[in-house]
């Protein structure tokens, strides 16, 4: 057969293409790696619901049109858009801020063991860790990712020495901020040494309704016996379609927990690809997502174990959904034939608040060795309402007592981060979502 | 204090009629005791005084005070000075006793229109009504109920019946589940609380829980309504001769 598919570019797919030589010309670092995303990118267009690990979030449809790319911040523009507090304002030692995508400001002091470079620099001068971003097989072909890489304009190099034990979270703020909707493309790869321990967090932060279109990718390489802790916080703005990624590539006897916090943003979709590639390592990835009006959003996650003894993975993922937004889980745990022992549970539940939410689950496990315990629950439902009933015969609002529920029940994925006051940061958004929404019910039974 | 007329009450979506034409009166100051076979309505009624949802009131009125209670939500029940000790307390897994608790006492003061407790006032008061109930510590640091035998529960319940201070208590067979300890301290927790202001409506299969906790009034219950009314001798009566005469009777 010799028929030819002609694709009809969309404009946004049409405006990525088009700017992608004029502005090759300003961002820093060689062009080939970015020539190839691109390509990637040229052959599959912007995903939509015919591709199947987009099925549920059409981003086509969500990106009708392509925002035009943030230029660099002057200074003016770095001080207004970084002036309100950050939640985890205060927690890293370390903490570099980026305004739209661009590297502004480092604060603190950066841990002994641990180098970091500024992604702009470190592209432009070669860095020799660069050898290794975008490396994860598993992550290949990934649209998101090679518009990432595409159009990255900077973010930042982390290296952790072998054995460093870095006191504090390595921090990174990502604010996006203007008068009118801006796309932006961060990047970050953290290489952490045999046996070295270091808690990154990142926050994504955006004011107002605009509909900003993000697109950020943190990889992590993870060397012998590393233990790695990764917190992402998503405040994007109202209207933000925002794209992360995170990538994970795990040596022998590893420690891996990421938790994701997402909170704002109209359409959200965060990604993890994690490849155990040495053997008897441990991942736990969590999600904790809360959602309202028409929000939309999208975990989607691949695990492959691909080593021996196969190694433990859990993730947990808890999303609420209220008024008439949808969330989407979509977890794959691969088990190759050769990583034995493999251990691997995976769970996403979801409750519904109102008649218009809606949630798709969608979990698979493709197990190629005979030698494995692998399990994957995924619930939808309703509020208990005997425990409802409970907490009111209690003299406790209806309002008040869900708000309990959920936050007990969401709190469950946040609880696996170790570091205590970060971890109360989030159970005290989590608070304040809450409160908003309570405050919502109140006012509207007043009425 | 608690009057109940002419209740009907049928599962919510069922044609199931379970309460038919009950009729109570517990004063102010009295403990009266509900009695009767499995399957006679005697949770429903519970449920339906604390306002569970899943029920419909057909006809009747349930007064506390004065005030037909039927229209409020269980919340505002309990700010009027309802409580339902449950026969089988729910487990709420990721909820703090100590936080559901503060929850529920900031939440009636709230709704009575008096401040909110102070947390030295609030761990003040727990402590106290834990000693007296032999709770120990570590129970109020677990979730709610998640994990408590039987007996801890029950306890757990009194607790929260000692703290809340309602005037009107109703008691969803407390004694079952419970060694012959634990129901003494559950005895002694309703009778600390027996004065001429609170009044106990306390349901129960055997007559053994009525050792401990002496009843003013003894009424039978059967195929939804009330049928026989008595003194304590009615117990008796009851643990001697069972519910049969009672069951053919109504």
Redo the contacts between chains.
Sequence with gaps: MNAKVTTIRTAAETALIERFPALMARLPGPAGPREQALATFMASGLPNRRVEAWKYTDLRAAMREAAPAAPKPDAAQTTVALKGNSPLAGQGVVTLSFVNGYHVGTEGTVPSGVTIVPLAEALGSGHPLLARMGTLALAQGDTALALNTAFMTDGAVIHVAAGAEVDGPIALRFVTAGPSAIATAARVLMVVEAGAKVLLVESHEGQGKLAHQTNTAVEIIAGDGADVQHVRLGLNSEGAVALSTLTADLGSATSLTSVNVALTGAMVRHQVYARFSGGDARAQINGATLLQGQQHADSTLVVEHAAEPGGESRELFRTIIDDEASGVFQGKIIVQPHAQKTDGRMASNAVLLSQGAAMYNKPELEIFADDVACAHGATCGALD???L??????????A??ES??I???V??AIDDIAHEAIRDVLHGLVQEWLKVRAARINAGAGV | MLEINNLHVKIADEDKVILRSLTLKVAKGEVAAIMGPNGSGKSTLSYVI?????YEVTDGEVLLDGVNILGM???E???AGL??A?QY??E????ATM??LK??MN??RK?RGQAELTTPEFIKRVNAAADLLGIPKDMLRR?LNVGFSGGEKKRMEIL?MTL?EPKMSVMDETDSGLDIDALKIVAEGVNARRDPEHAFLVITHYQRLLDYIKPDTVHVMSRGRIVKTGGPELALELEANGYRDYQSAA
Excluded: C, H, N, W
Excluded at chain 1, 389 to 398: D, E, T
Excluded at chain 2, 92 to 95: E, F, K, Q, S
């Design positions: 309402d005997e425990l009933f409970y907490l009111m015969s209690r003299g406790i609002s209806k008040e007592a309990l529920m936050e007990s029940f709190g469950a | 604390a306002g569970k949802p899943d939500a269980p919340d029940r309990a700010a409580f339902l449950f307390p729910m709420i897994p990721g909820v936080t559901f929850a529920a939440a009636q709704q979730p929260q809340l």
